[in-house]
T-cell receptor, first 114, second 113 residues
Framework: GAVVSQHPSRVICKSGTSVKIECRSL??????MFWYRQFPKQSLMLMATSNEGSKATYEQGVEKDKFLINHASLTLSTLTVTSAHPEDSSFYICSAREGGSTQYFGPGTRLTVL | AQSVTQLDSQVPVFEEAPVELRCNYSSSVSVYLFWYVQYPNQGLQLLLKYLSGSTLVKGINGFEAEFNKSQTSFHLRKPSVHISDTAEYFCAAEMDSNYQLIWGAGTKLIIKP
């Protein structure tokens, strides 16, 4: 089946530093990748939609300068949280869509900003 | 407005008992419907999906769901649950051509021994 990986699975960083999270589709080419954020005991919140080779489309209220998304190839998208602060601590999940309507999700990255 | 509603935030059920997790959607256009499961501290795994065709959809781990257009529902069922089914279950719908999913709030399935 379609597999999506994320790296790292867990990261702890100091306030003010930047953190990069990678999302890879391992056995398929992803025309579209999505980045979600999940707060404790809540559903997923879509942050942005990313198509290979073009700029990401951010959801309302998501700061594009803070959450930089790069979809450099059909198998890789990265999310960089710039100048992270404690309120950015969260569970970040990516998903990838091959061509149909089904999204396949990565295992998530737990970010803790001290 | 387009929305997905999961009516129960938590569903406790005894092991080996049947379970139904409810999901309703609101849309003026045709929809694709999905159920995902999230185990603690993990990402989401696709349980099953309805795109077209038969309204009864069978998924992994013995789960099934039935698309009911007249009731705008897509309830998830399992005839006999196990401890390993303890997880959060999310219903989601795709309602437009952006391929974005609209998510329900999730239902926590609690299995009692």
């Amino acid at each position: 089946g379609a597999v999506v990986s994320q790296h790292p699975s867990r990261v702890i960083c100091k306030s003010g530093t930047s953190v990069k999270i990678e999302c890879r589709s391992l056995d398929f080419q992803a025309t579209t990748m999505f980045w979600y954020r999940q707060f404790p005991k809540q559903s997923l919140m879509l942050m942005a939609t990313s198509n290979e080779g073009s700029k990401a489309t951010y959801e309302q209220g998501v700061e594009k300068d803070k959450f930089l998304i790069n979809h450099a190839s059909l198998t890789l998208s990265t999310l960089t949280v710039t100048s992270a602060h404690p309120e950015d601590s969260s569970f970040y999940i990516c998903s990838a869509r091959e061509g149909g309507s089904t999204q396949y999700f990565g295992p998530g990255t737990r970010l803790t900003v001290l | 407005a387009q929305s997905v509603t999961q009516l129960d935030s938590q569903v406790p059920v005894f092991e080996e008992a049947p379970v139904e997790l409810r999901c309703n959607y609101s849309s003026s256009v045709s929809v694709y419907l999905f159920w995902y499961v999230q185990y603690p501290n993990q990402g989401l795994q696709l349980l099953l999906k309805y795109l077209s065709g038969s309204t009864l959809v069978k998924g992994i781990n013995g789960f099934e769901a039935e698309f009911n257009k007249s009731q705008t529902s897509f309830h998830l069922r399992k005839p006999s649950v196990h401890i390993s089914d303890t997880a959060e279950y999310f219903c989601a719908a795709e309602m437009d051509s952006n391929y974005q999913l609209i998510w329900g709030a999730g239902t926590k399935l609690i299995i009692k021994p």
